[in-house]
């Protein structure tokens, strides 16, 4: 193992000299907070925006301070249909015993105005049907005669921290292992062939598949690196900003943790080997990069599944898919604060396997002095 370890240390020094992985680094880390901040603005500025709603008519007596307690600001406009295209987000139209709304639905304010007047009004109803009532002697109770008692079996706070983290922590973490490892694994194959330094490299006496671990393990280390530090930087930021409704603190659980590291290592190993293979085909770090670009979208698509398809309940079957099957190892066990230990024995045969199919690709790939030794 002492020429892996050459090899690796090697890789390491020339990988720390290369601007291009210490920027992606950096830009891991910079990228993730800045990401996470304006999405808290936006989520704070949409709770506490104040939108406009146009009228015509008398309007009810105390329904005009509740629309001003939840941001509604009522305005006398000659045409709400008409003002309600541009000038106001609603247009409001008060008849006796009923209310006519216009809104545009391509306008994102107008449904975010839309939805808050039609809980206001649904609380106006039930408190004027409730006072005509008592004015009569009547028991408003029998507007509801089942009374709902809820019980949550854990912290909703809790819940929604939870549903935040599944969302973004996944992506987050197979995003920055798989851009991070780039430019590092083309640099040690493609870069060294532009740079003459392969061929010299592959005489040495070290066995071929000593050369080829040591590399895997210097581009896994630096996807590692990038994923902790994006990681790091996403709690931390966590840690500062509040969102609407939900805890200032998020933090994964006790269980998400080690199985976060146990996956970034699996993921992280195994594309390294893919994008090894990969750039050993290229010429030039440019044409690595024509190889490897394809293979970012593909890994991505199957996270972008999870995220748009949030009660997404896969067979088994689902869990041989790489990535896809770590995505959703990770927001099971951050949801539901548990682990199946049957699909995460699925998930690390599928990426180990892959792994090691690319890691023999790449090494079948080392060993054709042909294809090395082309210019």
């Given at each position: 193992?002492?020429?892996?370890?050459?090899?690796?240390?090697?890789?390491?020094?020339?990988?720390?000299?290369?601007?291009?992985?210490?920027?992606?680094?950096?830009?891991?880390?910079?990228?993730?907070?800045?990401?996470?901040?304006?999405?808290?603005?936006?989520?704070?500025?949409?709770?506490?925006?104040?939108?406009?709603?146009?009228?015509?008519?008398?309007?009810?007596?105390?329904?005009g301070e509740l629309l001003s307690a939840t941001n509604l600001k009522l305005v006398p406009v000659p045409d709400p249909a008409s003002a309600a295209k541009k000038q106001v987000d609603l247009g409001l139209a008060f008849k006796p015993g009923e209310i006519d709304l216009y809104y545009d639905p391509n306008r994102q304010?107008?449904?975010?105005?839309?939805?808050?007047?039609?809980?206001v009004l649904g609380q106006y109803s039930a408190a004027q049907a409730a006072a005509a009532l008592q004015t009569r002697g009547v028991d408003p109770a029998i507007l509801t005669p089942i009374h709902l008692v809820s019980n949550p079996l854990s912290s909703p706070v809790q819940a929604a921290s939870n549903a935040f983290?599944?969302?973004?922590?996944?992506?987050?973490?197979?995003?920055?292992?798989?851009?991070?490892?780039?430019?590092?694994?083309?640099?040690?194959?493609?870069?060294?062939?532009?740079?003459?330094?392969?061929?010299?490299?592959?005489?040495?006496?070290?066995?071929?598949?000593?050369?080829?671990?040591?590399?895997?393990?210097?581009?896994?280390?630096?996807?590692?690196?990038?994923?902790?530090?994006?990681?790091?930087?996403?709690?931390?930021?966590?840690?500062?900003?509040?969102?609407?409704?939900?805890?200032?603190?998020?933090?994964?659980?006790?269980?998400?943790?080690?199985?976060?590291?146990?996956?970034?290592?699996?993921?992280?190993?195994?594309?390294?080997?893919?994008?090894?293979?990969?750039?050993?085909?290229?010429?030039?770090?440019?044409?690595?990069?024509?190889?490897?670009?394809?293979?970012?979208?593909?890994?991505?698509?199957?996270?972008?599944?999870?995220?748009?398809?949030?009660?997404?309940?896969?067979?088994?079957?689902?869990?041989?898919?790489?990535?896809?099957?770590?995505?959703?190892?990770?927001?099971?066990?951050?949801?539901?604060?548990?682990?199946?230990?049957?699909?995460?024995?699925?998930?690390?045969?599928?990426?180990?396997?892959?792994?090691?199919?690319?890691?023999?690709?790449?090494?079948?790939?080392?060993?054709?002095?042909?294809?090395?030794?082309?210019?």
């Amino acid at each position: 193992m002492r020429a892996t370890w050459i090899v690796y240390r090697k890789e390491m020094v020339e990988i720390l000299r290369d601007r291009r992985t210490l920027i992606a680094i950096g830009l891991a880390a910079i990228a993730t907070p800045l990401v996470l901040s304006i999405i808290s603005q936006v989520s704070t500025k949409t709770a506490t925006q104040a939108y406009t709603v146009g009228y015509t008519g008398d309007v009810p007596t105390g329904l005009g301070e509740l629309l001003s307690a939840t941001n509604l600001k009522l305005v006398p406009v000659p045409d709400p249909a008409s003002a309600a295209k541009k000038q106001v987000d609603l247009g409001l139209a008060f008849k006796p015993g009923e209310i006519d709304l216009y809104y545009d639905p391509n306008r994102q304010s107008a449904q975010i105005a839309q939805n808050r007047l039609e809980t206001v009004l649904g609380q106006y109803s039930a408190a004027q049907a409730a006072a005509a009532l008592q004015t009569r002697g009547v028991d408003p109770a029998i507007l509801t005669p089942i009374h709902l008692v809820s019980n949550p079996l854990s912290s909703p706070v809790q819940a929604a921290s939870n549903a935040f983290l599944s969302f973004f922590l996944p992506y987050i973490l197979i995003t920055m292992i798989i851009t991070g490892g780039f430019s590092a694994a083309l640099d040690s194959t493609a870069g060294e062939r532009e740079r003459k330094t392969l061929e010299s490299l592959l005489l040495t006496p070290a066995p071929r598949s000593r050369v080829l671990l040591g590399k895997i393990t210097a581009v896994t280390t630096i996807s590692l690196v990038a994923a902790v530090a994006a990681i790091a930087s996403m709690f931390v930021t966590l840690a500062q900003i509040s969102f609407p409704g939900g805890s200032r603190h998020i933090t994964p659980s006790a269980v998400a943790v080690p199985l976060m590291v146990w996956v970034a290592v699996l993921i992280a190993f195994s594309f390294s080997a893919v994008t090894l293979a990969l750039g050993t085909l290229a010429k030039t770090f440019r044409q690595g990069q024509a190889y490897v670009t394809p293979l970012y979208f593909i890994t991505i698509f199957p996270a972008s599944i999870i995220l748009f398809i949030p009660d997404f309940n896969p067979s088994l079957a689902y869990y041989l898919i790489p990535i896809l099957n770590a995505v959703l190892v990770l927001r099971d066990a951050i949801v539901h604060d548990s682990v199946d230990w049957t699909t995460l024995a699925v998930t690390t045969v599928s990426l180990l396997a892959t792994g090691a199919l690319s890691w023999y690709a790449a090494l079948r790939l080392f060993t054709r002095e042909a294809l090395l030794t082309r210019s």
